[in-house]
């Protein structure tokens, strides 16, 4: 029985400078350690993929007098996710269209042949945020307009109009797949209204709703045990989590129920999880329910986090503010559990997530997921005392 699991990337920390030939073959000079200014992406959220990319500043290329900054990703097996961003002053900017920009060059950059991950495509580009307190963060990481393969320098854009009101502005660059993936002079200027703008920071984006279907990405065959989690689920976990098996249940799903299940025979912490865009609930009270099954689970507080099986909501993707609710140990029947929040107005934390996880053995199954605003007069969940007491370790 093999895992169909997606596991949290975890980015190795180095550091780049810029190749002039994208066809030799992927470059293995040590990579120099990024600036304090710039952060990682890759771990956790709705670009979460198993393998590990490194990035950095290549030192062992030459690029015009300008650092060389990189991903590279060798995983053959997995799709990996790899990407780093820096924070610019938005100040000058208020109220401008501006064009944020780099260079580009790439080697190799395909996709990796595995059937848990069908969907992933090998490709890079650049990556932007914008965020104001009345709106929240808006980013963008022109998936329509990536690079592959094998190419020269070639510059990537994007312009937008900046709020009067904007918090921050952030960019970076990233890749997936297998490969590698140069950037240099990224900078951010102004320019003219007459310039076209190609980010458009109104209206939500098509991740606003979540998609609760749990629609399997193939159909169940008659030897299948799991099937991968459905698009836009991720699952997510400690290294054991290997393994588990994490997705939807191909059995329950034959005989007529779309459900999402884990499955652990040694104690380990993991979850489901599904991401959705903030801002359209901001100010809202929401309910997220659903039907749970559990068949011996046995709970282990080793690692951390809320024992058992349990169905999860936050007010933000921020990990100190899960939620947890419908903490089911042993085996039992299919029990309706709700969770209801209040999501808070001004954050700017982009995304909330929401999902199902299992920390210790056994298997859990959650069916019929609904998520939907209720009136303000409907109870919220109160937070568990051992989650409000240590909420880092919730989840």
């Keep these: 029985m093999k895992p169909r699991v997606l596991l949290a990337a975890l980015v190795a920390v180095n550091l780049v400078h ?14 120099v350690t990024l600036p304090t200014s710039w952060t990682f992406m890759g771990n956790g959220g709705p670009q979460a993929l198993p393998g590990k990319c490194e990035l950095g500043i290549d030192s062992g290329k030459a690029g015009d007098g300008q650092a060389l900054y990189t991903v590279r990703c060798t995983n053959a097996a997995l799709p990996s996710f790899g990407g780093a961003r ?10 401008k269209r501006v064009r944020v920009s780099a260079e580009l060059m790439a080697s190799g950059i395909q996709g990796v042949a595995d059937p848990r991950y069908p969907n992933v495509a090998g490709e890079a580009g650049l990556w932007i945020s914008v965020g104001t307190p009345r709106t929240g963060a808006k980013s963008d990481r022109m998936e329509n307009r990536t ?4 190419t020269g320098w070639e510059t990537r854009d994007f312009v937008v109009d900046i709020p009067a009101d904007a918090g921050n502005l952030l960019a ?5 797949g297998k490969g590698q993936v140069w950037m240099r002079n990224l900078k951010v200027e102004e320019v003219p209204t007459t310039v076209a703008v ?3 920071l109104n209206g939500p ?8 279907s749990l629609a399997p990405v193939a159909e169940p065959r008659p030897t299948d045990h799991f099937l991968p989690p459905p698009d836009r689920w991720l699952a997510l976990g400690e290294q054991t989590f290997e393994l588990c098996d994490a997705g939807i249940d191909a059995k329950l799903l034959a005989a007529g129920q779309r459900n999402l299940s884990i499955a652990c025979s040694v104690p380990v912490r993991g979850s489901l999880r599904h991401t959705f865009e903030a801002q359209p609930w901001w100010g809202k009270r929401v309910r997220l329910s659903g039907w749970l099954k559990t068949d011996k689970v046995e709970s282990t507080a080793e690692g951390g986090g809320r024992p058992g099986a349990s169905l999860f909501l936050s007010t933000t993707a921020d990990s100190n503010a899960v939620i ?13 559990e709700e969770i209801v929040i209040d999501i808070p107005a001004g954050s700017l934390a982009p995304y909330i997530p929401m999902g199902l996880s299992l920390n210790g053995t056994g298997q859990v199954w959650v069916r019929d997921l609904k998520f939907e605003e209720v009136s303000h007069d409907t109870p919220v969940t109160l937070m568990s005392e051992a989650v409000r007491n240590n909420p880092g370790r919730a989840q």
Excluded at 147 to 150: C, H, P, Q, R, T
């Design 172 to 176: 970076g660059y990233w890749m997936q």
């Design 198 to 200: 190609n980010f458009h």
């Design 86 to 95: 820096m924070r610019f002053d938005v100040a000058p900017y208020r109220g």
């Design 324 to 336: 947890y609710n419908a903490t089911l140990t042993g085996t039992t029947d299919w029990t309706y």
């Design 18 to 31: 810029a190749a002039e030939s994208p066809l030799t073959p992927l470059d293995g000079s040590p990579l």
């Design 205 to 212: 984006r098509p991740d606003a709703i979540p998609d609760l």
């Design 147 to 150: 690079i592959k393969g094998s």
